[in-house]
């Protein structure tokens, strides 16, 4: 099982170096490692969350990235499924990432300009790092059968 976390953290990290943002870079190594059982569409849906929210320094794009995934986990469809599981689990997801690299706050993980080799580099940790975080949650918490096939 580390294995595919550190597949996770590789994916992630490897997804960003090509060019994608933090939070694109997470939802498409997810979805490679469930076979791309997701439509590729979903990468789109992530773009604005990198440099927290396009930009803005808030949210971390990877955190964003990573609620996206859970969703796929314990989302609802339907107004009559409670959203509680998914807020519980994005939010014990989100204390942990709080945890891991002292804040969830894009500007204040990462202080130096925006592109510049600093800064990416340490996007490029923290992309990572959230990988194998996420896949090392989602495994603690049993969801690997849940929703999508995650290559094993």
């Known amino acids: 099982m580390e294995d595919l976390a550190l ?5 992630a990290g490897n997804n960003f170096k ?3 943002n933090c939070a694109e870079s997470l939802v498409k190594a997810f979805n490679e490692l469930g076979n791309n059982s997701m439509n590729p569409d ?5 773009t604005g969350f990198g440099g927290g929210l396009g930009h803005a320094g808030c949210m971390c794009g990877a955190l964003a990235g990573s609620a996206m995934i859970l969703g796929i986990f314990r989302g ?3 107004v009559t ?6 807020y519980e689990l994005t939010k014990e997801f989100h204390d942990r990432f709080n945890t891991k690299f002292g804040a969830t706050c894009c500007r204040a993980l990462n202080p130096y300009e925006f592109d510049s080799p600093e800064h990416l580099r340490n996007c490029l940790k923290i992309t990572g790092g959230t990988g194998k975080l996420l896949m090392e949650f989602i495994q603690e ?3 690997l059968a849940a929703s999508i096939n995650i290559s094993q």
Request: hydrophobic share 30%; proline share 4%; charged share 45%.
């Open 76 to 78: 609802r469809t339907s």
């Open 141 to 143: 918490k049993k969801l």
């Open 7 to 11: 597949e996770a953290r590789n994916r």
């Open 81 to 86: 499924e409670s959203r509680e599981p998914a």
């Open 18 to 20: 090509e060019g994608f």
């Open 42 to 46: 979903i990468i789109k849906m992530a």
